[in-house]
C-alpha cells in the first residue's frame, strides 16, 4: 500500500518562499496524478495543485503564478515550491492522488505566514 508522507512546512513572513516535500512508497506513484491540498482553520480542505503522471499541471486561481508543483520519479517524491507567501496560504498542506483518495491523507505539513 502506498504512503504518503508530507514534509518542508514552517514558519515564513509574507513575502517568503517554501519548498514542501511528500515522499511515496509503491510503484503506482509514477502512474498517478498527485495534488496537493490545503486546509485553512474554519474552511474546507482544498486542491492547490496538481500534476499528471506525465508532469501536466493545474493550479488553483490564488496560487497561480506563486506556487510550482513539481515531481520526481525516480524519487517517488512531489514537490510544491512556494513563493510570495501570502498570510492566506497559511494552513495546513497535504498530499494525496488526484482525485484524492479517502484512506491516503496523512497528516499534512503546517505552513504559518506571518505579517
Known amino acids: 500500500q502506498v504512503q504518503l508522507v508530507e514534509s518542508g512546512g514552517g514558519l515564513v513572513q509574507a513575502g517568503g518562499s517554501l519548498r514542501l516535500s511528500c515522499g511515496a512508497s509503491?510503484?503506482?506513484?509514477?502512474?498517478?496524478?498527485m495534488g496537493w491540498y490545503r486546509q485553512a482553520p474554519g474552511k474546507q480542505r482544498e486542491l492547490v495543485a496538481a500534476i499528471t503522471s506525465g508532469g501536466n499541471t493545474n493550479y488553483a486561481d490564488s496560487v497561480k503564478g506563486r506556487f510550482t508543483i513539481s515531481r520526481d520519479n525516480a524519487k517517488n517524491t512531489v514537490y510544491l515550491q512556494m513563493n510570495s507567501l501570502k498570510l492566506e496560504d497559511t494552513a495546513v498542506y497535504y498530499c494525496?492522488?488526484?482525485?484524492?483518495?479517502?484512506?491516503?491523507w496523512g497528516q499534512g505539513t503546517q505552513v504559518t505566514v506571518s505579517s
Open positions: 494525496n492522488f488526484h482525485p484524492p483518495r479517502y484512506n491516503y
Open positions: 509503491g510503484s503506482i506513484f509514477r502512474l498517478s496524478a
